[in-house]
Structures are given as structure tokens and as C-alpha cells.
């Protein structure tokens, strides 16, 4: 519970002035340690923080998006150019029909129907 400053015990004003004394030389100890990078962002935030700015977690939704948009595209890519072969069971139809057929297909044995097609016939009876 939070009490007045009146309510607290009192303490001698040299205990105050040891205290943050004390307390002043840890700081300034800490902030020697610190390296200049780490310094200057710290320094940057303080700055948006009294500007009112929030944090950059719009930055983070940008990169996000185009980091997703880049894989989705390497994804299509890959898919693309990738080599489709089909499954080792199945075989293309010509080939399927080859072989019920006895190793080749009806048109190739009639080179007589291709002479029709040819003719003046066809036509007319493809118009019927």
C-alpha cells in the first residue's frame, strides 16, 4: 500500500544524501560499461519516448509480409521449374493403346483412311 511521505518513518537527511550518492556512483559505473551502439539507441528511444512515438513494431509487420511474400514466390517457383515425371505406373495413353491394340495403333495400319481425309468426300460427309 502506498503511504504519504509524511507517514514514513523519518530518516536523517545524511542517510538520504549517502544513499544517492551511492546510488548516483552505480549508475555512472553502469553507464561506463556500456558500449557506444547500445548508448545510442538507448539514447534514440529516450527521444521517441518523449516525442510520443511507440515502438517500430510496424517495422517488424512490413518485413514480415515481405519475408512471407518471398518464400511464397520461391515456393511457386521451385514448383514451376521443378521436373514433373509422371508416376513409374502409369504410362501415356498412346502407349496404353499401342499395346492393347498389339504394338500399334489402328491409324498407322490404314494408310488408306489418311487418302480419304484428303479427298473431296470428307468434307461432305462431315457437313451431314
Known amino acids: 500500500m502506498n503511504t504519504h511521505p509524511t ?7 545524511g542517510a538520504d ?12 559505473t553502469a553507464l561506463a560499461q556500456l558500449s557506444p551502439q547500445v548508448r545510442a539507441q538507448l539514447a534514440q528511444r529516450r527521444v521517441a519516448a518523449l516525442r510520443g512515438e511507440r515502438p517500430g513494431a510496424r517495422r517488424h509487420r512490413l518485413r514480415f509480409a515481405v519475408a512471407g511474400f518471398a518464400a511464397l514466390s520461391a515456393l511457386a517457383l521451385g514448383v514451376r521449374l521443378y521436373p514433373q515425371e509422371a508416376p513409374p505406373g502409369a504410362a501415356p495413353a498412346s502407349t496404353q493403346l499401342a499395346n492393347s491394340t498389339g504394338g500399334s495403333l489402328p491409324l498407322d495400319e490404314d494408310p488408306d483412311f489418311y487418302a ?3 479427298s473431296a468426300d470428307a468434307p461432305r460427309l462431315a457437313m451431314e
Open 17 to 28: 544524501a549517502r544513499f544517492d550518492a551511492a546510488i548516483r556512483t552505480r549508475h555512472a
Open 116 to 118: 480419304w481425309l484428303g
Open 7 to 13: 507517514d514514513r518513518l523519518p530518516m536523517d537527511a
